[in-house]
């Protein structure tokens, strides 16, 4: 799926192509660090003093952060002034992300970045004027909470085959079916769903569906019990004869699979931006420990095994930090970033779970502790090789605009 800015096409390959003023860091302009350290103050003043509290309950407050976010401005960062945003590009959108790496946690960020850049560039792009002032106004303020209906129990990164249906009965929609790992599913107070609303092929059979969560027929069936990401409730969720009206469709009916893919893109440049923060703490606190930690006689971090290892580490997130900057930068000028988008993704899926696990060897026992930060990032930043497509949807992604597959 090739993604320009404002979800124009491109070839693939005209990013290669076009001339570039240069990757552009999403920290460096002025205006980027004023937004970091306004964020940064919400932060540790709003957030992290409570982050081990909701990381043992199993969930975050989500309205009354968003609330807090939502008059910062940070939930609508590109989205336009009309509507409540700031009106800035992608890039400004990718230092908040950058800078929610500072959370003590990952499923807060993760969670922000469903409200901010996943359940809503669909909306914000194709929807009508009457939607975007419904469900998106409320939204970038933070009195709605949004959440993104997209997989399903066997249908994860296959959204082509997702099984709920939207039948047209009128002038609503009648969906029956069901989401699987919808984040914030349980306090939500919309979604934004892909359902098939006809039975032609599976990439033009499919629409997005602004769907509020308080209607008859919608059940929340549990919320999920997981190995990390504790703070940010995940709901599997059931839709019996649930009715919408036709009007809540977002753009034009069967476009929603294509709308989706270009979400996807925006999600997956997100979520590397927020891996970015946590592996360079990881790797400054393994460094701090190990430092002091002595094992016969001397600290760990003397042996050129583990300084080595670390500083091998810290170069592979800096350039990881330079592909994520250079597809953005191409991305704001309106080129074609979904090889890059890909392999950004593919690279901070393997690279989480290498400084991760490299960083917990050098704790020892201490590592296998819910004490220290490292722990929990061990089972948090893991999701970032799930989310949003697995390794091997990044890796078909990558050859076939490498033109390396056979044609069919």
């Not at 009007?247 to 891996?275: C, D, P, S």
Request: charged content about 25%; overall charge positive; hydrophobic content about 40%.
């Amino acid at each position: 799926m090739a993604l320009r800015a404002g979800g124009r096409w491109a070839r693939p390959g005209s990013a290669l192509r076009g001339r570039c003023s240069g990757p552009r860091r999403a920290g460096d302009a002025p205006r980027h660090r004023h937004l970091r350290e306004a964020l940064r103050k919400i932060i540790d003043k709003e957030i992290n003093p409570f982050v081990d509290k909701w990381e043992e309950e199993g969930q975050f407050p989500a309205h009354k952060v968003f609330k807090i976010l939502g008059q910062a401005g940070f939930l609508g960062v590109d989205k336009p002034t009309e509507y409540g945003g700031m009106g800035l590009d992608f890039s400004y959108n990718i230092a908040v992300a950058e800078e929610l790496g500072n959370v003590r946690c990952g499923g807060i960020p993760m969670a922000i970045g469903v409200q901010a850049g996943m359940a809503t560039p669909a909306l914000t792009r194709f929807g009508s004027h009457e939607l975007k002032k419904q469900f998106l106004v409320p939204t970038i303020a933070g009195d709605f909470v949004a959440c993104l209906g997209i997989s399903e129990d066997g249908a994860g990164s296959d959204v082509a085959n997702i099984k709920t249906t939207a039948v047209r009965k009128g002038d609503e929609y009648v969906i029956n079916g069901g989401k699987m790992w919808i984040t914030s599913g349980s306090q939500a107070d919309w979604m934004c769903l892909l359902a098939n609303t006809s039975k032609g092929p599976p990439h033009q059979n499919k629409s997005l569906i602004c769907l509020p969560m308080n209607l008859p027929g919608i059940h929340v069936a549990k919320k999920i019990d997981k190995l990390g990401m504790r703070s940010s409730d995940t709901a599997q969720i059931f839709f019996e004869d649930v009715r919408v009206p036709c009007k809540n469709l977002i753009g034009e009916e069967g476009k929603g699979f294509t709308y989706q893919m270009l979400q996807f893109q925006e999600e997956r440049l997100w979520g590397v931006a927020t891996a970015l923060t946590p592996m360079e703490t990881i790797i400054q606190e393994t460094i701090d420990y190990t430092g002091q930690r002595k094992v016969f006689g001397q600290p760990v971090l003397h042996n050129q095994t583990v300084h080595f290892r670390l500083a091998e580490l810290a170069t592979e997130v800096e350039l990881l930090r330079s592909l994520l900057h250079r597809a953005v930068a191409l991305y704001v000028e309106g080129n074609d970033v979904t090889k890059f988008a890909s392999m950004a993704k593919l690279k901070a899926g393997r690279l989480t779970r290498e400084v991760t696990d490299s960083c917990l060897q050098f704790w020892g026992g201490m590592g296998f502790t819910n004490e220290v930060l490292v722990s929990r990032f061990y089972r948090d930043l893991r999701l970032m090789s799930i989310g949003g497509g697995t390794d091997e949807t990044m890796l078909s992604i990558i050859c076939k605009y490498m033109d390396i597959l056979p044609r069919k």
